[in-house]
């Protein structure tokens, strides 16, 4: 069970990405599609989430830019990203509670993708 994230790059201010984070193996449910980010010298914040029941929150620094949803298969999630700004400079990676089979039961595991570089620069 792994998450992968991609989508990353170099972009101008203003610009727009879309990253994309697919869940992958054997997984039988699915909790708190999220997006971190960590900047050079900073701690890694939380940048959006969306709860299986549809439920999203953002960090202030990105609310009405960057918006997170589900995919299909349900087991990929995406943020897209719009006027971007130099200080949205980061690795992104994301993460998700998945309900994986475990020492004969089933329980949700966190995991995180491996992180996918998005740079801001003119």
């Not at 998450?3 to 972009?11: D, I, N, R, T």
Request: hydrophobic share 35%; charged share 15%; glycine share 12%.
């Amino acid at each position: 069970v792994q998450l992968q994230a991609s989508g990353g790059g170099l972009v101008q201010p203003g610009e727009s990405l879309r990253l994309s984070c697919a869940a992958s193996g054997s997984i039988f449910g699915i909790h708190n599609m999220a997006w971190y980010r960590q900047a050079p010298g900073n701690e890694r914040e939380l940048v959006a989430r969306l709860t299986s029941g549809g439920y999203t929150n953002y960090a202030d620094s990105v609310k009405g830019r960057f918006t997170i949803s589900r995919g299909n298969p349900m087991t990929t999630w995406y943020l897209q990203m719009n006027s971007l700004k130099p200080e949205d400079t980061a690795v992104y990676y994301c993460n998700a509670d998945l309900r994986v089979a475990t020492s004969g039961s089933y329980r949700f595991l966190n995991f995180w993708g491996q992180g996918t570089l998005v740079t801001v620069s003119s």
